[in-house]
């Protein structure tokens, strides 16, 4: 993720969020 570290967090965050929801189904 060290080079990946150039997208922003909140895109990250997003992310992170849109998969939660996919694993609680």
């Known amino acids: ?3 990946n570290r150039r ?3 909140d895109l990250d ?3 992170l969020v849109s998969f ?3 694993e609680n189904q």
């Open 1 to 3: 993720w060290g080079e």
């Open 7 to 9: 997208i922003p967090v």
């Open 13 to 15: 965050g997003l992310r």
């Open 20 to 22: 939660l929801p996919v």
